[in-house]
């Protein structure tokens, strides 16, 4: 999408952090924005200093007609939607060996509904008007994995496939398709994923892993302002990071080397044969 001037973005989890970077840095692009978040009043916050061209939204990204209400107040307000951000996201860091069943509950249903919902609200939407653009949150837990990152890699894992997948399906409707996967960044990720947290996923007795340092990241403004290059220049990865390198390679290594044992061992296989 190469003419931001004048178009509409929505962008979830916007009350704070990578989210509000993008805000800002679409504002700054000359898009009208939708702020919205769980948090009323910090997307409130956020939209109020951006000024006229900004509109905070409340939304619940884990309950699919309070996206759908995010959509139709969007509409109601500026007529049209060409961005969605799907950024809202949450962090938890736990061992699977102790990890309770709603923390899982928890990440899946931010992480990876929260995304899914926004495609079913509104995918529709853009292929019918042929153009537009969809940014899904990762994180560089989405390429590479390691404890205590396990739940919040799963949910991201699964955010990256999607896109990939929704990147081919999309390719000849108009719409662009990317995923954010950003290494640290300094945000309120850690301390707000516990202010959001619904009673009824908190198991109570947690196993908590040390967190992050988020402080030591990158600054929020700058992933929005990549954020809005890439969609500018239709880039599917988003990469803000370069020193994970190394690790991506290790682990795409490690998968080529499977193929080739593999082959090594039963000879090249195709078809119902490798299933
Ligand atoms: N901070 C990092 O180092 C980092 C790195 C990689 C990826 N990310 C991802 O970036 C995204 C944004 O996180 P951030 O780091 O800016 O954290 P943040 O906590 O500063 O911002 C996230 C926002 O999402 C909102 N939110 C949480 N649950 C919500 C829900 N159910 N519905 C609507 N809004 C909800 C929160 O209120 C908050 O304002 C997340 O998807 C996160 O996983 C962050």
Not at 13 to 24: D, F, P
Not at 179 to 190: E, F
Request: hydrophobic share 45%; with cysteine.
């Amino acid at each position: 999408m190469q003419t931001l001037e004048n178009k509409v973005a929505v962008i979830t989890g916007a009350g704070s952090g990578i989210g509000e970077g993008i805000a800002r840095a679409a504002a700054a692009a000359g898009m009208q924005v939708v702020v919205a978040d769980i948090d009323l009043a910090s997307a409130q916050r956020v939209a109020d200093s951006i000024g006229e061209q900004a509109m905070a939204c409340y939304v619940d990204v884990t309950q699919l007609d309070s996206v759908e209400a995010m959509r139709d107040a969007a509409l109601h307000h500026f007529g049209a939607v060409h961005l969605l951000c799907n950024n809202a996201g949450v962090w938890i860091g736990a061992l699977m060996v102790e990890a309770d069943i709603k923390d899982w509950q928890f990440l899946v249903n931010v992480n990876l509904f929260g995304v899914i919902h926004g495609i079913k609200a509104f995918l529709p939407l853009l292929v019918e008007q042929g153009e537009g653009h969809i940014v899904n949150t990762a994180s560089m837990g989405g390429l590479i994995s390691g404890p205590p990152e396990g739940l919040y890699t799963t949910t991201k894992f699964a955010v990256v496939g999607l896109s990939e997948s929704l990147l081919m399906e999309v390719a000849d409707k108009g719409v662009g398709v990317s995923v954010l996967c950003p290494g640290l960044v300094d945000t309120n990720l850690t301390t707000k994923s516990f202010e959001v947290r619904p009673a009824q996923f908190d198991p109570g007795v947690r196993h908590d892993q040390p967190a992050p340092d988020t402080a030591s990241g990158l600054s929020p403004l700058a992933v929005g302002e990549r954020v809005v290059d890439a969609v500018r220049e239709g880039e599917f990865y988003i990469i803000t990071h370069d020193d994970y390198r190394d690790i991506i390679a290790m682990r795409h290594q490690g998968i080529i080397d499977a193929l080739d044992a593999h082959a090594r061992r039963y000879g090249s296989t195709s078809g119902r044969d490798t299933q």
